[in-house]
């Protein structure tokens, strides 16, 4: 059910998208960031025509107890009402749709950063994830927090009878869709064998499999139906027709591994708003996560598209040029993890790509990654710049 | 923000839960949350499958020592399976809670939404204070070895400055919400304490001595929120969610003048707009203001609108602000009598304006008729105010 | 009264409790001063206070930021400042970062700057947070040091190193007298 008003993505905005930024704080990329978004949607005035701000970020990844106090200079929202969502940027613009849809707000900024080249060791910051009673004690301290990873990608493997071939298939096939898009740090003319003759990580992911930390800020404008309007950005606006967020379990042992309920969740959530009931058919192409290679598959599969996504990436199905494409941006495999800035990015490629369709639907996905059970789908559209 | 707007369904309270606020406790923060929420969905007469959203709030991560903080409490605060947020600005997030459980049901996203706010500070060693170094500018503050306890002094000092105020007036606010504590079930310091006990604590910063700060907690609280048709099952006299606000004013607290909070006056005019409240000191009932520290309380009656500028403490040496009096202020005992679990604290402060339309406060009940009040909670370097209006 | 649950622990029982588990996160970072902030630093190595100016609004900015947070359009120019001002507020400190119990008192503070163009009072000011030195526990409380002229006391040129503490505290022109 689609319920008024109706809302769009009318702008976006990054900066970064490098493995390491030394010229800038996290703060002027996210000023960087929020001067494009702006600008693309046509707000000249951002401190009066955005009605609240949203900002997409974790203490332990900027350094900061209470990280929300750097949030309001670098996108407009001093003095305004700005707060922050501790968690990725798709949930944020779930929060920024539900405020749109109380009627009250018109236009809402959802800001989203990552700065992963100033931790020292990333490992031990991901060591503070963990439960510290039943989990921490225990826990590996090596290839982490990709060992978590690893399980599912084992149960994986066991219960649909693919192997360490498929992964680097979608490794490969990600890193090389990489080398097209300007973002993509990562990107890499790599072949399927040279990904299997590699050294594992954590048993069956090799450093193919893995997506590596990038430093990025992101900045998405939405608007209802009313500022679209107001503002002419029909050919702008890219409709955000349903999202879903779910979390699962924290705790370890009772997490199905192999498995995403959280991904399934948040899919029927967004197909259920956005009246869609044949995914495959009625969706174009589709951004799922793929911070491990596995993710690819496992998200297809837990967002209903399709049965079986490795027969799926063996008929060729899911390349750029294939039936479905599936992260033709070269995912996070090739762009890299921009901590909680991740679901923006892939909300940024969707963006860009639809504003190049005459008309079209996609899927984006977004996962937090381990050790979290938490996800969030959207599902967009555009109508080649005319009213529906 | 549009206002005046044809409301489609409008978000009411119908239950509320608390733990003990202790200064150390035995349960996890997920057992904390999980009592606080069975509390709630007992009083609404619901169970978890009745809840279609979660939102959670915890301050510093730091405090727990976690990572993804959020995940971690999910389990604890029924998100399992669910939509689940956590909402965050520092301290002031145990109000953010229920306005993004406002706009989860005003959305018409979720029908009802399961709100948890929990902090469990005694964990920190070597003291809780400590965590606190982390909240600072690591690159032009940090150096510098600061104290939290500094910033509050600094703000307090500059009030006194400005507005007159004394340290004998201010500690009012400490005796009186010390007194009202003691009718709180979850009261943790709560006394008969005298302006002479405050003055002769130990100075920490002058002039904040110790009895001028809330404790360290442990604590949680959960309130049910629900669309207008779910809470007309449920009750015949719903409370209702009026207006919410929020404002963050700039990173750079040095470069303004601390004697006055601008950034809860704008949070308070949002959400007296939205309630379509024009002279809040007439037409609002009851208040729980924030007060981490007894000055603060002033502030914020300032900030909301409910005292002229730099005359709540004046105001309240005439009683206007006691239980019985004009505009009770801090009914529950306040976060200085009741305890501080930073998130819990601004979610117990709107439950005690939800218990006070309900007409449910028991002994704490305040003698006047209330129709309308306000709860709002601070947070960050001096630059969060965060404010809700309820009504019946 | 309602009955809530939790239990509560004293100090030595959460000490004694079987199952106690300590841990010492190991969380480190280098933080990226940035543009503007490295501009700032730079400065104050060379014994300078540097802000930035936005044209549009006219407002000056200390510590510099390289965008206007109320026009959000970049800041025009760097702007060297008087390493003066007065004292906005001050207070006296008992007690270490840690909570313990300092041996002499600390004086910290927040300084307007002296800045031109800005009116006297005005809510937003250029300014710092610092240690102020010079000042007695009776000038903070009777209210003699706010408004108090100061000026940066900064260590010798061969131990700055492009931090805040190069400038070690500010101190009263004129031994204290206004």
Known sequence: ?388 | MRTNIHVKDRVAVVGAGLTLFRRRMLETPQELAAAAARMALDEAGLTLEDIDCVVTGTAPDAFDGVHFNGEYLGDGSGAVGKSMVRVYVGGGTGVMIPVAAWWHVASGKCRTVLAVGEEKMSPALPHPQYVFAYIWDPILERPLEPNLIWIFAMEMRRYMAKCGGKKEDIALVSVKNKRNALDHPAAQVAGNITVEDVLNSETLVWPVNRLDISPVSDGAAAMVLASEREARRITDNPVYVEGIGWTLDNTHWYNRDLYYPRYVEYAARMAYKMAGIEKPIKEIDVAEPYDPFDYKELHHLEGLQLAPRCGAWKLLKDGFYDRDGELPSSPSGGLLGVGNPIAAAGVMKTIEIYWQLAGKAGARQVKKEVYRGVAQAWGDLMQVGTVIVLGR | MVELEGTKLSEKEIETLPGVIYYKPFTRYKFTAGYAVSVFLEGLKRGKIVGSICRRCGRVYVPPRSYCEYCLKPTDEFIELPDRGEISTAVISYISAKRGRLEKPEFVGVIRLETPGYREGSYEFAGLFHKICGITEEDVKTGKAIGMKVKARWRPPEERAGSILDIECFEPIGGGED
């Open chain 1, 1 to 388: 059910m689609t319920t008024k008003p109706r809302v769009a993505v009318i702008g976006m905005g990054y900066s970064g998208f490098q493995p390491t930024t030394p010229h800038a704080s996290f703060r002027e990329m996210m000023f960087e960031a929020a001067l494009k978004a702006y600008s693309i949607a046509g707000i000249d005035d951002p401190r009066s025509q955005v009605d609240a701000f949203i900002s997409c970020q974790e203490d332990y990844w900027d350094g900061i107890a209470i990280a929300d106090e750097f949030a309001p200079e670098p996108i407009g929202g001093v003095l305004r009402p700005t707060f922050t969502v501790s968690g990725d940027g798709l949930q944020g613009v779930a929060q920024g749709v539900m405020l749109l849809k109380t009627g009250y707000f018109d236009v809402i900024t959802v800001e989203s950063h990552a700065k992963p080249s100033d931790i020292v060791d990333l490992g031990k910051i991901y060591e503070m994830a963990l439960d510290p009673i039943y989990v921490r004690p225990t826990a590996p301290k090596t290839a982490v927090p990709h060992y978590i990873a690893a399980l599912d990608a084992v149960a994986y493997m066991d219960s649909r009878e693919s192997g360490e071939e498929d992964f680097a298939e979608v490794a490969a096939k990600n890193r090389n869709n990489g080398l097209t898009n300007p973002l993509a740090s990562y990107a890499a003319n790599v072949s399927i064998d040279e990904i299997l003759e590699s050294e594992h990580v954590a048993y069956p992911l090799t450093m193919y499999d893995i997506s590596q930390p990038v430093d990025a800020a992101l900045v998405a404008v939405l608007a209802s139906d009313t500022a679209v309007d107001r503002l002419g950005a029909w050919d702008r606006a890219v409709w955000i027709d349903g999202i879903g967020y779910n979390t699962e379990t924290y705790i370890p042992e009772r997490h199905v591994y192999g498995t995403m309920p959280s991904i399934r969740r948040s899919a029927l959530t967004a197909y259920g708003e956005a009246g869609i009931t044949n995914p495959l058919s009625q969706l174009d192409f589709a951004e799922v996560d793929d911070r491990y290679s596995f993710m690819e598959l496992l998200s297809l599969e837990e967002a209903l598209l399709g049965e079986d996504s490795i027969e799926l990436l063996r008929r060729g199905d899911t390349y750029p040029e294939g039936k479905f494409p599936v992260n033709a941006s070269g995912g996070s495999l090739a762009t890299g993890a921009p901590f909680e800035a991740t679901g923006l990015m892939r909300l940024y490629y969707a963006y860009m790509k639809l504003l190049s369709m005459q008309e079209g639907r996609g899927l984006v996905v977004s996962w937090r990654g381990p050790p979290t059970y938490t996800s969030a789908a959207a599902v967009l559209s555009y109508y080649g710049g005319g009213e529906e």
